[in-house]
């Protein structure tokens, strides 16, 4: 197994592309961590990965909080041991808005979840990867921040500078034994925030939500879109050993979206 002995914290973890991800990680060995803001996605995804032998445990917290974010780790470290991994995954899409009518508080909190969140994980999470000369950071980041699409700047700013957080910590961290990656996910239709964000775009279109996706996904190469377990099957590769000389790098898996 790719994670055996290895203790991964995932936020976001109780839906959606975390939850493939816990899912995948614990598959391959890892014990897992998840941590989000609902009880019951965490209880739910908790009680499938023990129903396959896995090893997990849960927490509810924000990630935008300081506080939240040590008792995230605190817990890990207490359950299951030193942290080897980390995949900031938690987020939210926020206003689907114009610049102009985007509030100062609807932008501060989506940067907070997204890049707050990751920066305060990291930062907590790196002393001890660095004391064991190993560890692996990957940041699930977005199509949105390599792509020009309207009606989203908190989340496609918040995105953008997850691939920033990622290159300068991977410069960091390179000679002390942690790598630092991303993933692009396109379109993972099968995610609530996904669906909820085809439903508020087809909205201002004013066309359906059927015709807006079979829109959006007519401009991917493969014409479809990404599934939870696509993006976790990445997440899988760049957290483990075979990943070995990949750092600072964003990987897209967005069925040939993008080309960088």
């Known amino acids: 197994m790719l994670l055996e002995g290895k203790v991964a914290v995932v936020t976001g973890g109780g839906r959606g592309i975390g939850r493939a991800i816990a899912k995948r990680f614990a598959a391959e060995g890892a014990a897992v961590l998840v941590a989000s803001r609902t009880e019951a996605e965490l209880r739910n995804v908790t009680r499938e990965i023990e129903q396959a032998c896995g090893k997990a445990a849960w927490i509810t917290a924000d990630v935008s909080r300081e506080a939240d974010c040590a008792r995230i780790v605190a817990a ?67 199509l949105s921040a390599k792509a020009a699409f309207a009606w989203g700047a908190p989340y496609v700013a918040a995105k953008a500078g997850m691939l920033g957080l990622t290159r300068v910590t991977a410069a960091e961290a390179a000679r002390r034994g942690v790598r630092v990656n991303a993933i692009c996910p396109g379109p993972v239709t ?3 925030m996904s669906q909820d964000l085809g439903n508020a775009l087809a909205a201002r279109l004013e066309i359906s939500p059927e015709v807006q996706l079979r829109q959006f996904l007519e401009g991917i190469l493969q014409g479809r879109g990404q599934t939870a377990d696509e993006v976790a099957a990445a997440a899988v590769f760049l957290a483990s ?17 993008a080309f960088y």
């Open 241 to 257: 050993d075979q990943a070995s000389a990949i750092t600072g790098q964003s990987l897209n898996v967005d069925g040939g979206a």
């Open 76 to 142: 890990a470290e207490d359950r299951l041991g030193a942290v080897n991994l980390l995949v900031n995954n938690a987020g939210e899409y926020g206003p689907v808005k114009p610049v102009e009518e985007i509030s100062p508080e609807e932008w501060d909190r989506v940067i907070a979840v997204h890049l707050r969140g990751a920066f305060l994980l990291t930062r907590l999470v790196l002393p001890g990867m660095y004391q064991r000369r190993s560890g692996a950071i990957v940041n699930i980041s977005s």
């Open 190 to 192: 099968e995610t609530k």
